[in-house]
């Protein structure tokens, strides 16, 4: 405990959730995220959405996470550590972008980034077609910046985003 309150309040170390998916490959999801959040100085935290089977070559396979499940792991670090900001990734379904948002709610996060992670490069589909609407209606008014890719911008708005005029 008294450990906790030294990183936490002596050092100003900012707690940082990642809320996304795991690439075995370490390139992305999860694993990009803690390591860019301990560059960056930050304590980084997560809940997993899925598990993913992926190298270099793509992915392979997708194990989703149930919404339920996620909720526990939100529960456990919001109720206990405490987060100073909170960053999304592949979001996977309606489901867990709905417990997502309520849980943002119900602890009062305004420090949000949504990454609406839809593609992978290599053209695997990380978020079900239904679940569009759900990250538009119900993650973004609670975001304090959202950063699609120019592929997801284009899906997201309908427009085409691929020149700096179009942008």
Known sequence: MGLRLFVFTETKMKRILTIAGS???GGAGIQADLKAITLLGG???SVLTALT???TMGVQAIHEVSASFVEKQMDAVLSDIGV????T????????IEVVAIKIRQYRMNRVIIDPVMVAKGGAF?????AK???IKRLFPLALVVTPN????AVLTGMQVGTTRQM
Do not use: R
């Not at 100073?84 to 960053?87: N, P």
């Not at 990734?89 to 867990?96: C, D, P, Q, R, T």
């Not at 990380?126 to 239904?130: C, F, G, T």
């Open 126 to 130: 990380l978020l079900h077609d239904q």
């Open 150 to 153: 120019l592929h997801e911008a």
């Open 89 to 96: 990734g592949m979001l996977v379904n309606e489901e867990i």
């Open 53 to 55: 089977a992926q190298n």
């Open 43 to 45: 304590f980084g935290m």
């Open 84 to 87: 100073d900001a909170i960053k």
């Open 133 to 135: 609407e759900a990250l």
């Open 23 to 25: 690439d075995s490959g």
